[in-house]
């Protein structure tokens, strides 16, 4: 018996440190290009309005709690490959089949992560579209062939820098902006994430509780394998599971203040890419030159893992180098005239794709983790006792 008090007194040690770090972790991956340059947050949230706090409210439960259900779960496993995972929660045909749709998400969002970069680059430096395009997959080529991913993983803790300065600019915006929020909100309407694919044929479907649920569906289903990796880095199951709830909140605490800021301003960032950076010029204009350079690196550590993830997932069938020189080229060229097709629009057309695949995992992740899983672990620590 004492042996298995002992267990369980280590399995709810937690480090607040720690807990920085995990939470840290999850918010620089799920950032990108869309995240960061508000666009996401345009179309899936403030498209519908003071309602689309709504939306914040319900993606923000998800995200804490799949979260923390992820990493605890990836604390028990400790598995070697993080992508077998689906097999886990799924079997392993179907597991095997969505570790093969991540990894073709995750390529396409290489795509929205360059073509962010080209909106950027355009909107705000008044440069082509195509130089920045340009430039972000050459980086991301560059850093697979010279193996510079430590370099990406350093850039990558620039994640919550983002959150807070996300959270800052949202606030300083409303504190700036004069009157009340904008009543002409519904010439946003038309971008909202559910108005495309079969969502809009049900009002139930074409709201902003059911957009909040595909949101956190369609990023918490490519994060998966990254936070069941994460959580088996943790000290203990709790600590596990609060740094993926924290870590879940932040993100969209940070996307519920900048909803509000952007309310006051439907007829400016209709048009725009870049939502953010209009933000940040209504109240402190130096700061977005600032923001900007932050922004990109956002953009760049999270696009180069998620690049490495593919490239990495094709290199059981690569023989040499010379070949892995020639896949990467290709599919650096392929991602580049990917995020030609425009950066709102395949924000609008790949993600509500995928949140259908994720609201399915969802379920599972639930069904699996807070009905099976007691039974499961108690079963494992009367074992041990």
Not at 148 to 157: F, K, V
Not at 177 to 202: D, H, K, P, V
Not at 245 to 252: N, S
Not at 284 to 294: K, N
Request: aromatic share 14%; with cysteine.
């Amino acid at each position: 018996m004492l042996g298995g008090r002992a267990l369980e007194d280590k399995t709810q040690s937690v480090s607040i440190r720690n807990l920085i770090i995990f939470a840290g972790a999850y918010c620089a991956f799920t950032i990108g290009s869309g995240y960061a340059t508000g666009q996401e947050i345009l179309q899936f949230f403030c498209a519908f309005g003071p309602s689309g706090l709504i939306g914040c409210l319900v993606s923000m439960i998800l995200f804490a709690f799949l979260g923390g259900a992820l990493m605890q779960k990836g604390y028990d496993l400790k598995l070697k490959y993080q992508t077998q995972v689906f097999r886990y929660y799924c079997g392993t045909y179907i597991g095997i089949f969505l570790e093969w749709i991540t990894v073709i998400f995750l390529f396409g969002v290489v795509s929205i992560m360059i073509a962010g970069t080209g909106a950027m680059t355009s909107e705000y430096y008044g440069l082509s579209k195509e130089v920045g395009s340009i430039g972000m997959t050459v980086l991301c080529v560059i850093s697979i062939l010279l193996g510079l991913m430590r370099l990406a993983d350093i850039i990558g803790s620039i994640g919550p820098v983002i959150i807070i300065f996300s959270i800052l600019v949202g606030i300083l915006t409303m504190f700036s902006a004069s009157g009340t929020w904008a009543q002409n909100w519904q010439i946003l309407y038309e971008l909202r994430a559910t108005g495309s694919w079969w969502f809009s044929r049900y009002d139930i479907l074409d709201s902003a509780w059911f957009s909040g649920i595909l949101y956190a569906s369609c990023m918490i289903f490519g994060g998966i394998p990254f936070l069941t990796g994460l959580g088996s880095k943790a000290n203990s199951r709790k600590e596990a599971f609060w740094g993926g709830f924290l870590g879940g909140v932040a993100i969209i605490l940070a996307a519920g203040i900048l909803v509000a800021a952007m309310l006051y301003f439907p007829e400016e960032i209709v048009a725009l890419e870049v939502p953010n950076l209009f933000l940040v010029q209504q109240f402190a204009p130096v700061l977005a030159a600032v923001f900007s350079i932050i922004l990109l690196l956002g953009i760049y550590s999270t696009a180069a893992p998620m690049f490495w993830v593919v490239i990495n997932k094709l290199e059981q069938w690569i023989p040499n180098k010379a070949v892995k020189i020639s896949v990467t080229l290709v599919l650096g060229i392929i991602a580049y005239f990917g995020a030609g097709l425009g950066f709102g629009r395949l924000i609008g057309f790949l993600y509500p794709l995928m949140g259908q695949v994720g609201v399915f995992m969802i379920l599972v992740i639930i069904i699996k983790v807070y009905f099976m899983d007691d039974k499961e672990m108690t079963l494992e620590r009367e074992e041990r006792k």
